[in-house]
């Protein structure tokens, strides 16, 4: 095995590594071409990898910026024709402490040890891949939106394998050119690598600056030269058997045998097409259901798998996705974000967002005919284009839908862009909506420090409304992982500003946000760093300036070295209610808890603690107790899961709100279960039920999926759902279904 003449002990003599902004972002290596293809097993024991570059110099990222790590890493990269080849050495002197649970494809890694590698392959220090594997050779990937955010729903095709050994354990990758979006004019890639050892918390990388490792903050790859993409041509095919039953007094039963097909073809090696006909969405995993004690729509992510493609080139003034408009935990263990911030608020005002497409508004799958997607990179620029021939449903005639979107590259790492809509998912009136943004961002202030800032505008065109439509923000962020980091921003829309295939859940207001903090990194025997801040969002209305809500809140955390965590908050908040505010209502309309108008001020105070999700028994309890609105509010929220083996695991999640109102009395409980069953990293399956007693309903949903290789899956889903109508805990089936889908992937 290569390496293995390396003395373990040589890990602690690893050099000191050069302080931030004295050459870390210099660092570059160049990659050989070597003809030859490896057995990609994680035993690393051809001939071939001796031909490899070698990478040996990576520091600690955490907890101690540019320190020596504790274990040694050994990274070597080659390429031919087709395909960039990763293979690394990860030293462990405690392998027995590895930590290496997950053994399902594409559960995430974040509680595991992993190695990752990051790609930029336009050298753009914004966009980039990152493709991860743990010591079981659990693939994981994702793309990098806004530089640093990630989209963890795309999948790549590519290969990965490991091995475990009693001293550490071997990671060995094949990442296909054809999977890549490139510029075929550039020999240069941006690219970094990170290494997680979970059981003390530490990260390595081999370029971070201010704690982060991301496209920005990255080395170079040179001599990429003469990469074969084929003919860029990847097709699809798949067919869904699909059998259903609704029960009742209509009770009724259908069944169905539907193909479907995409085809992916890049134009360019950076300017990539999609086209997908009779769209088939039945493997989609389901929503994690979520309580709303608010007077305003929640959001829920896109998981469908043609939306996320290139999906970073349709994120529009880092809307949800930045660090002054993204919102916390809402519980404030994460030290990141502002937990004032309501999660659906944060998303308030993007142009585009992909889930009004294929969906009611009741969230009922509507059929899309055919739909084309353009979208790469040339030069400084990033385009995407998306038109959708929506299937008729309701009263909605069958609906034609286009986004474009058009990015500048500008400054080091900043951008400039446009986009545009037209047309509405959701009803017969004709809309089209423009918007622009400018983001700011520099990493490399004196120091180490991060500066970012976002400005935008929006208008829609909505048939019937001709005044105030629009929609405009800014926003200045100081994200420092240590020391003193702050945020403010505030976002104006219009009382008629509404972007028919985006997302809006309060319109004729002006908001503000506001949350700054201390964290210091200690890195003692046991604690490793404490958090102190203030976060606030206020809302007003644009008629009349007006208070309409607000939320300050005190925040303190504790971290120790084993990822165990101890957070607490003071919370104020004020709503302001202009009608009456049905809080709570039975389905069968036998209970309505209806506060009047008025301005109510109410305080809270949130407690919770967290272990290292890295533990076979973890978990997290938290609760919040005070007065809200004219009554008094006790929460508390509790999750676990248990995981004796990579095989196996449990989680169990449980909420409950126990409100007590003049008004009246009512609570709420969530309940989640799920359970994993591993056979092997190509076999799993995964059942998920999920209760709420609002609409006193049962969910079950059941998916055994196959992955004999990237490219190729098989699934076999069950849905089955149950209400108590009556509500004497004696539940009844209401809708049952049953999906078998098949797909594979032929590249040419």
Not at 200 to 209: A, P, Y
Not at 516 to 533: A, E
Request: net charge negative; aromatic share 10%; charged share 25%.
């Amino acid at each position: 095995m290569l390496g293995c003449a390396i003395g373990l002990g040589q890990a602690a003599q690893a050099p000191a590594q050069t302080p931030a902004g004295e050459g870390e972002a210099a660092k570059s290596f160049e990659v050989p071409r070597v003809d030859g293809e490896p057995v990609v097993d994680g035993v690393l024991d051809e001939e071939l990898w001796s031909r490899a570059v070698l990478i040996d110099d990576l520091h600690q990222i955490n907890p101690i910026e540019y320190a020596a790590p504790s274990q040694l890493s050994e990274i070597r990269l080659y390429y031919d024709d087709d395909a960039l080849y990763v293979a690394a050495r990860l030293w462990d002197s405690e392998s027995d402490r590895i930590t290496a649970q997950v053994l399902r494809q594409g559960e995430g890694l974040g509680n595991e040890d992993q190695f990752a590698i990051i790609i930029d392959p336009y050298l753009d220090r914004r966009s980039g891949y990152r493709f991860q594997v743990n010591p079981n050779g659990v693939r994981w990937d994702a793309l990098y939106q806004n530089t640093t955010n990630l989209e963890s729903n795309w999948e790549g095709i590519w290969r990965a394998a490991a091995t475990q050994d009693e001293q550490g354990w071997n990671a060995e990758m094949a990442i296909p050119f054809k999977t890549l979006s490139f510029n075929p004019n550039t020999t240069e890639w941006g690219i970094n690598f990170e290494r997680s050892i979970q059981r003390n918390d530490e990260t390595l990388g081999w370029v971070s600056r201010n704690r982060e490792l991301n496209p920005g903050v990255a080395g170079t790859a040179t001599g990429l030269a003469g990469l074969e993409q084929g003919r860029g041509l990847d097709i699809v095919p798949s067919v869904t058997a699909r059998g259903e039953r609704f029960f009742g007094g209509s009770s009724r039963s259908d069944s169905n045998l539907e193909p479907s097909l995409d085809i992916f073809y890049k134009f360019t090696p950076s300017l990539n097409g999609a086209l997908t006909l009779n769209t088939d969405f039945s493997a989609t995993e389901v929503d994690d259901r979520q309580v709303n004690l608010t007077r305003f729509n929640l959001f829920f992510p896109e998981k469908r798998d043609f939306f996320l493609q290139d999906a970073d080139i349709f994120e529009f003034g880092r809307i949800g996705t930045g660090g002054f408009n993204r919102p916390g935990s809402g519980q404030g263990s994460r030290e990141s974000g502002n937990p004032a911030i309501p999660r659906a608020a944060a998303q308030n005002g993007r142009p585009f967002f992909s889930r009004t497409l294929g969906l009611s508004r009741a969230g009922r799958p509507v059929d899309i005919e055919y739909g084309g997607k353009l979208s790469g990179r040339a030069g400084r620029w990033n385009v995407g284009a998306l038109a959708i021939r929506q299937d008729e449903f309701e009263a909605v005639d069958a609906t034609d839908i286009f986004v474009g979107r058009l990015t500048a590259n500008v400054l080091n790492e900043s951008t400039v862009g446009v986009v545009v809509t037209d047309g509405d998912p959701h009803s017969n009136l004709d809309s089209t909506l423009l918007g622009t943004d400018f983001r700011y961002r520099n990493s490399r202030l004196p120091g180490g420090g991060l500066l970012e800032s976002e400005l935008w505008y929006q208008q829609t065109d909505t048939e019937g409304v001709t005044a105030k439509d629009r929609a405009f923000g800014y926003g200045i962020s100081v994200p420092n992982a240590v020391g003193w980091r702050g945020t403010l921003s505030s976002r104006h829309i219009e009382e008629n500003f509404d972007p028919a295939v985006g997302f809006v859940n309060r319109t004729g207001i002006r908001d503000y946000a506001l949350d700054f903090g201390y964290r210091m990194q200690i890195n003692g025997p046991v604690l490793r760093s404490w958090y102190v801040g203030y976060d606030g969002y206020l809302v007003e209305r644009l008629d009349t300036g007006a208070v309409e809500s607000g939320v300050d809140s005190l925040r303190l955390s504790f971290n120790n070295n084993t990822r165990d965590a101890a957070f607490s908050r003071l919370i104020a908040t004020r709503e302001v209610l202009l009608e009456e505010f049905v809080i709570h209502a039975a389905p069968d309309g036998s209970k309505r808890v209806v506060i009047p108008p008025g301005d109510y001020t109410f305080n809270e105070f949130l407690l919770g603690v967290q272990t290292g999700n890295q533990r076979r028994f973890a978990g997290r309890v938290n609760v919040r107790r005070g007065d809200f609105y004219t009554g008094k509010r006790t929460s508390a929220g509790l999750n676990v899961a248990w995981r004796p083996s990579r095989h196996f695991t449990l989680q169990a999640g449980y909420t409950v709100n126990n409100i007590d109102l003049p008004e009246g009395e009512f609570t709420v409980r969530l309940s989640q279960l799920r359970a994993e069953i591993v056979f092997s990293s190509t076999l799993s399956w995964v059942n998920l039920m999920q209760y709420d007693n609002v609409a006193e309903s049962v969910g079950f949903n059941s998916r055994l999926h196959w992955i004999p290789e990237a490219g190729r899956e098989g699934f076999i889903v069950i849905n089955h759902n149950l209400s108590d109508f009556d509500r004497n805990d004696s539940f009844h089936s209401t809708s049952a279904d049953i999906s078998i889908k098949f797909n594979h992937t032929w590249r040419f």
